[in-house]
């Protein structure tokens, strides 16, 4: 028996660049999707259990033009550097990197100043926004949980790419740390969110009641995060 992998191609050119293709089955998936993840620099192509791979080969071929456009609107991956400008919780702030090899982050008047060695300046950066972020979620969620009568255990911040924050059964809530880069009131729904799943476990309409309550303009959120959700995740990129 051939195998998917023996057939499909382990790249793609696009536009004139490389790019790696994976592909993988999905026992659910009814048709094929395909999707460009910017963060990783990939294709993604999903097929169905049993579509033959010849199915897949021409689904890339007809959606070439697509991708290559998906490729191009995707926001470009910016590293933390000296004298760019960062959204951080909604203030548009100047990064500045101090070269002491070692000293405290700073929040100062619009200005973060980070001060280590030249290698340390992505991680301490980043270190620093996962805190701050932390922090205000903690805020946040401390305020809420009363509001709806439920208790949480902790909040973590995580490097999730795909969700932007979810709720154990055992009452801990996690974020992705890249909501450092969101305004504050998209924030306020996420932390909102996951309060209200420590209530109901799922999205039913008294979960959507249990949101409202605590956050009566989360539809707004919702649609920022579908508009510019992705542009969350170009800061801080690795080269
Ligand atoms: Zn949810």
């Known amino acids: 028996m051939v195998t998917l992998a023996q057939i499909m191609p382990e790249y793609l050119v696009l536009g004139g660049i490389r790019i790696t293709l994976k592909v993988s089955r999905h026992h659910n998936a009814r048709r094929m999707t395909l999707r460009y993840d910017a963060q990783r620099h990939l294709i993604r192509l999903t097929m169905p259990p049993r579509a033959p791979a010849k199915l897949g080969l021409k689904f890339i071929d007809e959606k070439r033009e697509w991708l290559t456009h998906q490729m191009e609107?995707?926001?470009?991956?910016t590293p933390?550097?000296?004298?760019m400008e960062l959204p951080i919780l909604g203030k548009t702030c100047t990064l500045r990197h101090?070269?002491?090899p070692r000293g405290r982050v700073e929040l100062k008047g619009g200005v973060l100043y980070v001060p280590c060695l030249p290698e340390h300046f992505s991680r301490r950066t980043t270190e620093w926004l996962k805190h701050h972020v932390r922090d205000a979620l903690v805020a946040e969620v401390s305020e809420m949980a009363p509001k709806l009568g439920v208790k949480f255990k902790q909040v973590r911040v995580r490097d999730t790419s795909s969700r932007w924050g979810s709720c154990s059964a055992s009452g801990n809530l996690s974020f992705s740390w890249r909501l450092v880069f969101a305004p504050r009131h998209v924030l306020h729904y996420l932390a909102a969110h996951e309060?209200?799943?420590l209530k109901e476990m799922n999205h039913s309409q008294a979960?959507?009641?249990?949101?409202?309550?605590?956050?009566p303009q989360h539809e707004k959120a919702r649609a920022w995060l579908s508009h510019y959700g992705s542009e969350l995740h170009r800061y801080g990129a690795e080269r």
């Open 195 to 197: 309060v209200a799943h």
């Open 98 to 100: 101090v070269d002491v």
């Open 73 to 77: 609107k995707a926001p470009q991956p």
């Open 80 to 83: 933390f550097e000296d004298g």
């Open 207 to 215: 979960f959507w009641d249990a949101v409202a309550k605590i956050d």
